[in-house]
């Protein structure tokens, strides 16, 4: 079978870089800080969670020799973890899965973020 890799360690060096930058300052563009360490409610506590074992499940996989499906999978594991075997209803579903996209959505722009902010200089 065809394996897709990434293939540079200078790629997974910046962005295993990225994600450990994006963690430590929190995502700049979310309503409060998703890593802050007080937490208005257990909602907001156990996304912290789940975000965080996300990341960590992926970092641990990140590297250049890694098959892009052995990534793909590790998402997968965290939507069947943290959506699909929670839900107990159609509109629970429908909630956690909102809350893991939007959640998605927040950690990759603050990846893109954080990469544009180290690469300025070749943007001119």
């Given at each position: 079978t065809m394996r897709t890799v990434l293939n540079s360690n200078s790629k997974v060096t910046v962005l295993r870089?990225?994600?450990h930058a994006v963690i430590?300052?929190?995502?700049?563009d979310a309503p409060g800080n998703l890593f802050q360490k007080?937490?208005?409610?257990?909602e907001e506590l156990q996304n912290d969670i789940e975000l965080?074992?996300?990341?960590?499940?992926?970092?641990?996989l990140l590297a250049p020799s890694t098959d892009i499906r052995v990534l793909l999978n590790c998402v997968s594991s965290n939507l069947q973890a943290f959506v699909i075997q929670p839900s107990?209803?159609?509109e629970e579903f429908r909630k956690l899965a909102s809350d893991f996209q939007l959640r998605w959505n927040?950690?990759?722009?603050?990846?893109s973020k954080a990469m544009t902010l180290n690469?300025?200089?070749s943007f001119g």
């Open positions: 870089s990225d994600l430590d300052q929190g995502f700049l007080k937490f208005r409610n257990r965080k074992c996300s990341l960590n499940d992926l970092m641990s107990r209803s159609k927040f950690l990759l722009s603050a990846v690469y300025a200089d």
